[in-house]
């Protein structure tokens, strides 16, 4: 009898199981839907051709933000990245007071997140690859800790040390069930030491582990972050890891490095090595998951963290509209388009509503599932979208994109104590160490720190033409304005002119040094970071 009762409850157990998906999310970094074949790029990726065919493309797909730190917050929480409250976001900014969402953003630890409760609720959650959303100061604490050197940025024991206290952040205070390989940010020599086969390997591993419980995986590459001659010095450092260098070698089920240059000139493709490198990444799960027999009921995304040419700044092409592909044989009919709005905000209300999961009555989300999308592409979830990046904020309706730059008091005093070109343009962008708005979009639209600017994308998809002045668009203004209004009262604080409050002032404050700014970009000179700022003032600079 009792052997009965234990058959019975496994055989439950198992049909449970079996209705409940099992999700990978391959993010990767810095890529351009114009360099992705999934949109017409000549590009050797067969491995996202393949995606295309057996699942579905979007075409209006978006990030709430265009660097890595809010971004990679939105994608594991469902929440616009200026909801964070990490302690200290929380005290630069209170939250009765204009916020600045930027890298200073960071995953709280109350458990609020989509690995945490996946996991309290019957799935194993897992992470490889990078984090990159705030915690403690690994490097210095380590360093400190072991009376290390924290400037030895070389050093394998410090490596070794970061990637294991990522790995312990993960699990022990995040509450996800697995990590491992885990780089904190960027790699140590950004663009030169990309190491995927490393990433993909902790993936292949966490496959065998689980492939008989629902799981969810994050796999965060590294790649494309980089120009494409930077990736090519990467094959030349093998052995170089987050965890250090290694004396083994990876057994990950990828097409050896050095082919790739090769297989690219026989096909007679772009030299992109980093697309195809990525490719073969993505290809090695696919055919994990075809061995283990469960990829037909496993929902695979391929998305990036924003795109690269705009990043940094709200401007939509190359910047917050991003390529991604969705393949769940069980769900999504084959070969399939969509033009749908669908947002990284979604991402977690997704995965809760497959997974059958009722999150915290205090979980905050401002997503909604994309499974409507995912059964008819046809299918509409949203009106209109929101983006945030420093003192910008903008909506994206009906074709139209709506950007609102709105400094605070503190930030007006800091560019106001500026007199020259250059320096105005690094404090503008930067201010001890964090975003304003990034002036790195006036390189494309010396517009782009306007207090109001207005695209109509149906015929301004690189958003050149600003429409807010034109009388024409006056009404169309003023309704784009009221759709921001409506997406901004959620967070219940203040914005410029649009909702009072401590550090919040109307536009009109900075007008001489904004025309001084758009003349210098007019007259040819470069916007960007400063040379030295408090943040990076005495450290050395890599050799």
């Not at 302690?87 to 630069?92: D, F, K, Q, V």
């Not at 994050?218 to 250090?244: A, C, M, R, Y």
């Not at 057994?251 to 980093?274: F, N, Q, S, W």
Request: charged content about 25%; hydrophobic content about 35%; overall charge neutral.
């Amino acid at each position: 009898m009792k052997f009965c009762l234990l058959l019975l409850s496994a055989f439950l157990t198992s049909s449970l199981w079996a209705e409940k998906p099992n999700i990978v999310v391959f993010l990767a970094d810095d890529t351009d839907k114009s360099q992705v074949s999934l949109y017409g790029a000549k590009i050797l990726t067969p491995n996202l051709d393949r995606l295309a065919k057996e699942g579905m493309v979007f075409n209006q797909a978006y990030v709430s933000s265009t660097v890595c730190v809010p971004s990679r917050y939105t994608f594991v929480t469902g929440r616009h990245p200026g909801r964070s409250k990490y302690p200290s976001y929380i005290e630069e900014f209170p939250e009765n007071k204009q916020g600045s969402p930027e890298f200073n953003v960071g995953l709280e630890l109350d458990g609020m997140n989509v690995g945490k409760v996946l996991a309290d609720n019957g799935y194993v959650t897992g992470w490889t690859g990078k984090y990159h959303i705030g915690g403690v100061d690994f490097k210095t604490k380590l360093g400190e800790a072991k009376g290390l050197d924290p400037t030895l940025k070389e050093s394998d024991e410090i490596m070794m040390a970061l990637e294991e206290a990522t790995r312990k952040h993960v699990t022990e205070k995040l509450g996800w069930s697995w990590a491992k390989h885990m780089y904190e940010g960027n790699m140590v020599r950004g663009y030169s030491e990309h190491n995927l086969e490393w990433t993909v390997e902790a993936a292949l591993d966490f496959l065998e582990e689980n492939k008989d419980k629902p799981f969810y995986l994050h796999v965060t590459t590294t790649l494309l972050h980089g120009p494409d001659q930077s990736w090519e010095s990467s094959f030349k450092h093998p052995n170089i890891t987050g965890e250090g260098r290694i004396s083994r070698k990876l057994d990950a089920e990828m097409p050896p490095r050095e082919t790739i240059a090769k297989r690219l000139k026989e096909a007679g493709y772009d030299h992109a090595l980093g697309l195809t490198w990525m490719d073969d990444g993505i290809g090695a799960i696919l055919n994990k998951l075809d061995e283990l027999g469960i990829a037909d009921n496993t929902i695979f995304i391929f998305v990036p963290d924003h795109g690269s040419t705009k990043k940094a700044s709200m401007f939509s092409k190359d910047g917050s509209n991003v390529p991604m592909v969705v393949r769940y044989p069980n769900g999504i009919k084959a070969g399939t388009v969509s033009d749908s709005l669908v947002q990284n905000i979604d991402f977690v209300p997704t995965f809760f509503d497959y997974a059958g999961v009722t999150p915290p009555e205090a979980y905050e989300m401002d997503g909604v599932s994309m499974r409507p999308v995912f059964e008819d592409p046809e299918k509409q979830i949203h009106e209109s979208l929101f983006f945030q990046l420093g003192s910008a904020r903008g909506v994206l309706k009906d074709g139209f994109k709506y950007i609102a730059n709105r400094f605070s008091e503190d930030r007006i005093k800091k560019i106001k104590s500026v007199s020259n070109k250059e320096g105005l343009g690094a404090k503008m962008t930067y201010t001890d160490g964090h975003i304003g708005v990034g002036t790195r979009g006036m390189r494309f639209n010396p517009e782009y720190l306007e207090y109001d600017q207005l695209y109509n994308l149906s015929d301004d998809a690189l958003e050149k033409k600003n429409l807010s002045k034109n009388p024409e668009y006056a009404q169309k203004l003023k309704e784009m304005k009221a759709e921001l209004l409506t997406h901004l009262k959620p967070f219940d604080r203040p914005f410029g002119e649009f909702i009072e409050g401590p550090g919040a002032v109307a536009p009109g404050q900075i007008d001489e040094e904004i025309a001084t700014l758009k003349a210098h970009i007019l007259a040819g000179g470069y916007v960007g970071k400063p040379k030295s700022t408090p943040k990076n003032k005495g450290k050395k600079k890599k050799k």
